[in-house]
């Protein structure tokens, strides 16, 4: 009862806007406008904040929120957030970043049916790689890694799960199939980011090698996937101690390491393993991500500064000021969106703290000409970012009309929150035996064309003729008129 209580609240709340939204579209849209300026003002689009998104999911590791959370990149919105158990303990080292259980890695297997993360409880303690069904949502299961668990990287074949451990300067090699560390990589302190293998819809980068950057020695570490060897060390920064993203081109054939201590981008040659060059950008780069096409390459930096750069030239196409530090960030697979993830939002704007913490979030820019199209707010900081295709959780049957749809179920969700759940009227006139004074044909045009506050375009032709003869019927299914 509750239920359909909530229900109906929400469908006269939709209603309402839709009833907003249709006089907005009378006073704005003049009279030789084309079908597709008025389908712009539709109620979706507004939703979604005045221009979509692709229809995929950012699954964001939700850092010290202890979450991960799950936006719908079409519509920007929040969808659901898991959270990763675990002790939730006090800072005991609060000048020290990344906080307590810090969510941070997010990778997904190359068919998106599985997923990871890396979460630390204790900074004296294992962290643990905590493995997720993408349908159910559940942690299937969780092994102990090094200490301070950072960022993660699959192989290209899938057999292991890296994981940089800050604290224990180690990469810890996970067996996925037996779901365990089987073996290590001893990098030196600072170990932070792996270059991720996939970027977009499963598609393996073609490397021989992986790459990780070890943040106290300013070096770029690569290893062989196939053999799990060290094959060389690079040093990138003269400056010790800020060395962060490390990225591979989506041809695989060049790395970008971002090297904050000397604001320059170290561009290595994947063939060659040797440097090619130093690109200068100010403010402290951290992470690097590609466009699809490999053409552009993104920086955000910890002086809050957002940078589109071109592969071939180096040169900066635009710059842009996020809010506090963009530092995690990934571009949507159609190439048109960028989406950082902020450790803090306007305060201007989000001027509250959610549970003591300032609020943090995404911003979405727009790749080409580098306007921010959309913010999200969320707990956080949020981190890494993975954009998954819709069937990845699974999609809801999609209802064939002619076999489900019902007179009375088109009723109920269309017309009842102002006709009545019986007919009996409400904010509209009672529907009850209107065979005395109307047709099939007079009451579908009211329901097609509106009238008065009565809203047009709730229903399809079809279905207006549907509801029409259940309508003279007072509501009463007959077998002879149904479809
Ligand atoms: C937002 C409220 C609202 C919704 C939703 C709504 N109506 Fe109405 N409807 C009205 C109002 C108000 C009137 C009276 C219109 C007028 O004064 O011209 C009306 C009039 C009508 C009439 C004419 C009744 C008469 O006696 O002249 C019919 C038939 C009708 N509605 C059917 C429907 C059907 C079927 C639906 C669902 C598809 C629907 N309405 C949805 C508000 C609504």
């Known amino acids: 009862m509750k239920k359909s209580l909530i229900v109906i609240g929400s469908l006269i709340l939709l209603l309402l806007t839709a009833c907003i939204s249709e006089e907005k579209k009378e006073e704005t849209v003049d009279s030789e406008s084309t079908s597709e300026t008025v389908e712009d003002y539709s109620l979706d689009i507004q939703i ?20 991960i959370l799950i936006f719908d990149a079409k519509y920007r919105k929040l969808v659901t957030a898991i959270d990763t ?19 941070h890695a997010m990778t997904f297997t190359n068919d998106f049916s599985m997923f990871f993360t890396v979460n630390w409880f204790d900074y004296e303690e294992p962290s643990y790689v905590l493995a ?12 102990p890694v090094g200490k301070g668990g950072h960022h993660a990287a699959l192989s290209p074949d899938e057999k292991y799960l890296y994981v940089a451990n800050d604290r224990s300067g180690t990469i810890s090699i996970v067996d996925i199939e037996l779901q365990i560390e089987v ?6 302190e600072g170990a932070d980011y792996i270059t991720p293998a996939m970027y977009w819809d499963g598609i393996v980068i ?14 770029v570490v690569v290893f062989d996937w196939k053999t799990n060897e060290i094959v060389k060390e690079i ?6 101690g800020k060395v962060h993203g490390v990225n591979l081109t989506p041809d695989g054939k060049t790395v970008w390491v971002a090297v904050g201590g000397d604001n320059t981008i170290v561009v290595i040659d994947v063939e060659t393993l040797e440097i090619t060059d130093r690109i200068q950008l100010k403010n402290r780069p951290i992470h690097i991500s590609f466009n699809p096409d490999g053409k552009f390459g993104y920086v955000t930096t910890g002086g809050h500064q957002i940078f589109k750069v071109d592969t071939m030239t180096h040169d900066v196409v635009w710059n842009q000021t996020g809010t506090i530090i963009p530092a995690h960030m990934a571009v949507s697979p159609d190439g048109k969106e960028l989406w950082t993830l902020n450790h803090g939002l306007s305060t201007e704007r989000y001027p509250y703290l959610i549970g003591g913490r300032p609020v943090s979030g995404v911003q979405i820019w727009d790749t080409e000409t580098g306007a921010l199209l959309a913010e999200m707010p969320s707990e956080g900081p949020p981190h890494e970012i993975q954009f998954i295709p819709y069937h990845a959780f699974g999609l809801q049957q999609v209802q064939d ?24 009227g409400g904010g509209g006139p009672s529907l ?14 009211i329901i097609l064309k509106g009238s008065g506050m009565m809203p047009d375009g709730l229903v399809d032709d079809q279905e207006a003729h549907l509801i029409a003869e259940w309508l003279l019927n007072n509501g009463i299914d007959s077998d002879v008129h149904s479809h």
């Not at 303990?89 to 259980?101: A, F, M």
């Not at 073996?183 to 030196?188: E, F, K």
């Not at 109920?412 to 009996?424: I, K, T």
């Open 48 to 67: 979604a904040g005045g221009t979509y998104g692709s229809e995929y999911f950012a699954v964001v590791a939700g850092g010290a929120s202890n979450k």
């Open 85 to 103: 158990g675990g002790p939730k303990l006090e800072r005991t080292i609060p000048e020290y970043y990344p906080n307590l259980h810090d969510v």
């Open 132 to 143: 997720y069904d993408t349908k159910t949502l559940k942690e299937i299961w969780r092994t």
């Open 183 to 188: 073996d290590t990589l001893h990098v030196g």
């Open 206 to 219: 073609d490397t021989p090698y992986l790459f990780a950057t070890v943040n106290t020695e300013s070096k």
């Open 235 to 240: 040093i990138v920064g003269e400056t010790e």
């Open 401 to 424: 009309d002619s076999v489900t749809v019902t007179a009375e179920g088109l009723y109920q969700s269309a017309c009842s929150s102002c006709h009545g759940g019986n007919l009996e």
């Open 432 to 445: 009850e035996n209107l065979s005395e004074k109307m047709t099939v044909d007079d009451i579908s045009e």
